[in-house]
């Protein structure tokens, strides 16, 4: 299984990033892809999650402001993040568990995925 991010970088406060997660090597019938985010200093949260039934969920923190969506074969995975804020920079990771379907008003948890990108830098300048 590989997960690689991409379109992290430098915005300014109100500024737009589209985030990309390329996946491959699984063959899980039923499955559900996160996107969490790692700020210094502080714990792994969970941002949105998107199924293989098309179930998207986005926690207090991106609701409103992110986008989670899918290529039509469902290898691509995108968070388009909108309003930016300095407290929205992070690492932000993509990560996979075999198990479908994303719960409502319950933020994705880390230990729940067995497999994760690398990450990618988001840094929003006040």
């Known amino acids: 299984v590989q997960l690689v991010e991409s379109g992290g970088g430098l915005v300014q406060t109100g500024g737009s990033l589209r985030l990309s997660c390329a996946a491959s090597?699984?063959?899980?019938?039923?499955?559900?892809i996160s996107w969490f985010r790692q700020a210094p200093g502080k714990e792994r949260e969970g941002v949105s999650c998107?199924?293989?039934?098309?179930?998207?969920y986005y926690s207090d923190s991106g609701k409103g402001r992110f986008t989670i969506s899918s290529d039509n074969a469902k290898t691509t995975l995108y968070l388009e993040m909108n309003s930016l804020q300095p407290e929205d920079t992070a690492v932000y990771y993509c990560?996979?568990?075999?198990?479908?379907?994303?719960?409502?008003?319950?933020?994705?948890?880390?230990?729940?995925?067995?497999?994760w990108g690398q990450g990618t830098q988001v840094t929003v300048s006040s």
């Open positions: 990560a996979v568990r075999s198990w479908f379907d994303c719960l409502p008003n319950y933020d994705p948890q880390v230990d729940e995925y067995d497999y």
């Open positions: 090597g699984f063959t899980f019938a039923e499955w559900a």
């Open positions: 998107f199924s293989s039934s098309g179930t998207t």
